[in-house]
């Protein structure tokens, strides 16, 4: 968790008057704290908010957006009066706008923070119905609000003094029970607590916490989600066949072909999932040119690259990976080295 406000050094340069240091110093933080009104009042399904940009209320007084620092918030008279909680690193932001998190009023309705390097969710408020657009209101007293077709979501009041108050009428969502799932190896996302205790030794070994459990894709970690059926050791094979998984589900549930390369794609008579996602050969297996479906959320996908998404393994929320959390963050307070194929 990050306090609101973050204290940074800035560079003076020496061997000038000092007058000149001091212009020289209210430039910069000009420059830092100057935000630009994308959207007044309002704004709905496709606005993006990048770092200094806002929706603001019509008399200026109030705003809602991405500070300097990354931090989706709520200003009043030029004070945060609330931001987003994500466990995500957001130094990055010194060095490029473009490396700072994104806001976006999606056209499910939902309300995501997304780092813009990696495209991974990192923050949402949900939306009540999917198919309904929201819109969300900066008004001229202080109230910022989502709503959908009319109906309250959520909402915050900026108070003189004292805490922000906040309302929602989402409840939180229920996670589905181990013992729903129909599908092959697909327990990842259902309830920790419906686990039962076999099973839940069997997770436990395989390097699964409640967090990754709940928490999918890629957040295991011992990172035995990275690796296809043939590169785990035949102790986690046991373990995961406890779970229900065999060598054909594994391979799509739990990794979703992460460590394929294309020739494996085409022994498995599967190339036709990410021929519709729009790879090739080469854009797969060397990253040359990749098709758009690469940096695009599930309900931007075309027909055939949802089709692709769901033959390798994805729903819409792992695709998107709309996680609240970070599991390696959470524990170790850094993001999470590269896996070693």
Not at 100 to 107: F, M
Not at 122 to 133: L, S, V
Not at 234 to 260: F, P, R
């Amino acid at each position: 968790m990050f306090s609101l406000k973050m204290a940074r050094r800035r560079w003076i340069p020496l061997g000038i008057p000092n007058f000149m240091r001091i212009m020289f110093y209210c430039i910069v933080v000009s420059a830092i704290e100057t935000h630009v009104c994308t959207k007044r009042h309002s704004a709905t399904k496709g606005t993006k908010l990048k770092r200094n940009e806002f929706i603001c209320s019509n008399n200026d007084l109030f705003r809602f957006g991405v500070s300097y620092d990354g931090l989706v918030s709520f200003w009043s008279n030029d004070e945060m009066v609330w931001s987003a909680t994500f466990y995500e690193d957001r130094e990055l932001c010194e060095e490029s706008d473009m490396s700072c998190p994104v806001t976006k009023i999606q056209s499910d309705g939902n309300l995501v923070v997304y780092n813009p390097n990696t495209k991974r969710s990192i923050w949402r408020m949900r939306a009540m119905d999917n198919t309904a657009t929201s819109t969300i209101t900066v008004q001229d007293d202080g109230i910022l609000q989502m709503t959908q077709t009319d109906v309250l979501v959520w909402s915050l009041e900026a108070p003189s003094t004292g805490e922000v108050e906040s309302t929602s009428d989402v409840e939180e969502d229920l996670l589905p029970s181990f013992e729903d799932v129909t599908v092959p190896c697909g327990f990842l996302g259902t309830s920790w607590d419906t686990v039962p205790v076999v099973k839940k030794e069997a997770a436990i070994n395989l390097g699964y916490s409640q967090c990754s459990w709940e928490n999918p894709p890629f957040q295991n970690l011992d990172y035995v989600e990275y690796y296809p059926w043939w590169n785990i050791t035949d102790e986690e094979k046991e373990d995961a066949q406890v779970l229900g998984c065999d060598e054909q589900s594994w391979n799509k549930m739990i990794t979703h072909y992460y460590s394929y390369y294309w020739q494996d794609f085409v022994a498995d008579g599967i190339e036709h999932c990410i021929e519709k996602l729009g790879y090739n050969q080469v854009s797969w297996d060397e990253g040359v040119n990749p098709p758009e479906s690469e940096t695009q959320y599930f309900d931007e996908l075309s027909a055939d690259g949802k089709d692709g998404a769901e033959c390798l393994g994805y729903s819409q929320s792992t695709w998107d990976t709309s996680w609240e959390i970070d599991c390696y963050v959470l524990k170790y307070g850094t993001v999470p080295p590269v896996p070693i194929m």
